[in-house]
């Protein structure tokens, strides 16, 4: 199999794969419907869930293998506290309880009262859950899906696709965040090792 045949075409041809695989692993549906039909705030699926499973495909590997979590971002600055995220935290819980990958939902409005404590930065307050991906340790992660009430697919990549489908792993300067670059980085080498990691 060919893992490179998407590397290098024009974004609209790789959004339409992309959008292909998604599609085709059942879980990930599932949860984009569920996010959907909640009428959560600005959310979407993003980052590991979406680029592991491309990179197991594009490799012949079982879509789920290796994801360590789906991440599900929404932004709701109505309220700040741990509490009300922990609602929203607990119904997707319940309902993915039985989930073959673990499904990890964050508030984006609140990143900037925990962040500083987990990376030893300040940041900005976000506006908007997307804007959440600029700040990624890694371009090749900032990748987003969600499902509108068409039923048709959005995809949002601010850095584009061709890291993701070139199996590259690129830094992204906006925040000093060498660690978890590299960190993900070495693990990613470790489950797909035609993966290539630059330097930060």
């Known amino acids: 199999m ?28 599932e949860l984009l419907s569920f996010i959907r039909d909640e009428g959560l705030t600005d ?22 293998e290796n994801i360590k979590d789906a991440d599900v971002i929404y932004f709701d600055d109505s309220d700040l506290s741990y509490e009300a995220e ?9 309902r993915f309880a039985e989930a073959p990958v673990p499904v990890e939902v964050r508030n984006q409005a609140r990143v900037h009262l925990w962040f500083p404590d987990k990376f030893g930065v300040e940041v ?57 670059h590299e960190e993900k980085g070495a693990r990613a080498r470790a489950h797909w090792p035609q993966v290539t990691v630059a330097p930060w």
């Open 2 to 29: 060919d893992h490179l045949r998407f590397s290098g075409l024009p974004l609209e041809q790789q959004s339409a794969a992309l959008e292909t695989f998604v599609r085709g692993e059942p879980f990930l549906m």
């Open 43 to 64: 959310g979407w699926l993003v980052s590991g869930a979406i680029y592991n499973m491309v990179w197991n495909r594009l490799t012949d590997r079982p879509a789920l």
């Open 124 to 180: 900005a307050p976000l506006t908007r859950a997307l804007q959440s991906l600029e700040r990624y340790a890694s371009k090749t992660h900032a990748v987003a899906a969600r499902l509108l009430p068409s039923g048709a697919m959005e995809i949002a990549a601010p850095f584009g696709l061709d890291d993701l489908f070139s199996f590259r792993v690129v830094p992204n300067h906006v925040i000093e965040n060498r660690s978890a």
């Open 86 to 94: 922990d609602i929203v935290i607990q119904r997707f819980n319940r």
